[in-house]
């Protein structure tokens, strides 16, 4: 049983797009001010939804030809083109006034509150802690207080 759960963990770690061949799910941006969010992968499909948030962190949930099924953080989303979307990393602060620190400590000075709601883009990330930039500053936030980066995910 023990060997059956870990080649299943080991499975689900290595998926990757059909089309890419990147991993799945994964993380990109929303490069357009505006992004049609079609029903299925073709411009035959009707429009469900309309992304109006540029730099939005969106995940991709699967991929056929040039089209990326992708969900917001409320779960909304469908089909958008893949020209529509950016592999610049973005997040979503879930925090309302959420300190953002000099250094990934929690007894670090605080450099800006951002509210909940606010856009920044992702720099590096460590077990727990991750770099932002956001309306001119930078600093380090908590993982857990972030929607567009996975927990166990670490960036350079």
């Not at 797009?17 to 049609?36: I, Q, W």
């Not at 958008?80 to 879930?94: A, K, N, P």
């Not at 909940?116 to 380090?140: N, Q």
Request: net charge positive; proline share 5%; glycine share 10%.
């Amino acid at each position: 049983m023990c060997l059956l759960l870990g080649a299943q963990s080991l499975m689900a770690e290595q998926v990757r797009g059909p089309v890419t061949n990147l991993p799945m799910p994964r993380y990109v941006s929303l490069k357009a001010n505006k992004a049609n969010v079609r029903r299925g992968p073709s411009l035959t499909h009707r429009i469900d939804w309309v992304f109006m948030r540029r730099n939005m962190p969106l995940q991709i949930t699967a991929e056929h030809g040039h089209w990326r099924r992708v969900q917001d953080m409320d779960g909304a989303g469908g089909w958008v083109h893949y020209s529509l979307l950016s592999g610049v990393r973005t997040v979503i602060v879930e925090e309302d006034l959420m300190p953002i620190r000099m250094k990934p400590e929690g007894a670090s000075t605080e450099v800006a509150l951002l509210e909940l709601g606010v856009v920044a883009r992702l720099g590096e990330c460590g077990p727990e802690w991750c770099r932002l930039t956001s309306g001119g500053y930078k600093g380090w936030a908590h993982k857990t207080d972030l929607w567009g980066v996975k927990l166990e995910e670490l960036r350079d």
